[in-house]
């Protein structure tokens, strides 16, 4: 069966400071990998996905993410962060040419960024 | 979201009272799907679609039941309506697997209060 686990569920950086949300998972088939971002009362938007092209990622508002098979391994990191990256973060996974294209997701992580 | 509906968007039900949550779709994408986000929990997908009339269990859908009829609308119906069904409801559509790896667009979500 497929999971992913989402290292920390709250994570707070200053504004300006590396910002790392870690992410494993499991799965015994190639995995498409996602980051999704879910601000307040809202639903969740696609930040970026591994479909097995490039190991590095990248998606929108300076996010980028790198696929590590050795280490089961999607974290989500940004060079600088800025007080709208404030957010709950998701991370999720599919298997690579499943049937129904479901996805499974982590329980979150919730980035404050302080000023 | 664009091209997604749910609604209604906020609801107020008894214990035991049937309810009915919609999702619907202009995009014509052939995969929908149900979750509900409860905090530490993440999402956990309820019920599926893979097509009109093709629907199929997630990983919680004891006390709830799908439908749909046409492409572009997918209900959720909770039988008799318990506390513990309190939670923010959110459907998602995804394209053809066979393109693989596109992820899901949500819907704004639904919150559902079961008093």
Not at chain 1, 79 to 104: Q, R, W
Not at chain 2, 76 to 105: K, M, N, P
Request: proline fraction near 4%; include cysteine; charge should be neutral.
């Amino acid at each position: 069966a497929q999971s992913v686990t989402q290292l920390g569920s709250h994570v707070s950086v200053s504004e300006g400071a590396l910002v790392l949300l870690r992410c494993n998972y499991s799965s015994s088939v190639p995995p498409y990998l996602f980051w999704y971002v879910q601000y307040p009362n809202q639903g969740l938007q696609l930040l970026l996905k591994y479909t097995s092209a490039a190991t590095l990622v990248k998606g929108i508002n300076g996010f980028e993410a790198e696929f590590k098979k050795s280490e089961t391994s999607f974290h989500l990191t940004k060079p600088s962060a800025h007080m709208s990256d404030a957010a709950e973060y998701f991370c999720a996974v599919s298997p690579y040419g499943g049937a129904t294209n479901k996805l499974i997701f982590g329980t979150g992580t919730l980035l404050a960024v302080q000023p | 979201d664009a091209g997604i509906t749910q609604s209604p968007r906020h609801k107020v039900t008894e214990t035991g009272t049937p309810v009915t949550l919609r999702c619907h779709q202009t995009e014509n994408h052939r995969y929908m799907y149900w979750y509900r986000q409860d905090p530490g929990h993440g999402l956990r997908l309820i019920h599926y679609s893979y097509g009109v009339k093709d629907t199929d269990k997630g990983e919680v859908s004891d006390g709830y039941s799908v439908s749909r009829s046409k492409t572009e609308d997918f209900l959720l119906t909770l039988e008799s309506a318990t506390s513990s069904q309190t939670s923010v409801y959110f459907c998602a559509i995804s394209e053809s697997v066979i393109q693989g790896g596109y992820g899901y667009t949500f819907g704004s979500g639904t919150r559902l209060t079961v008093v």
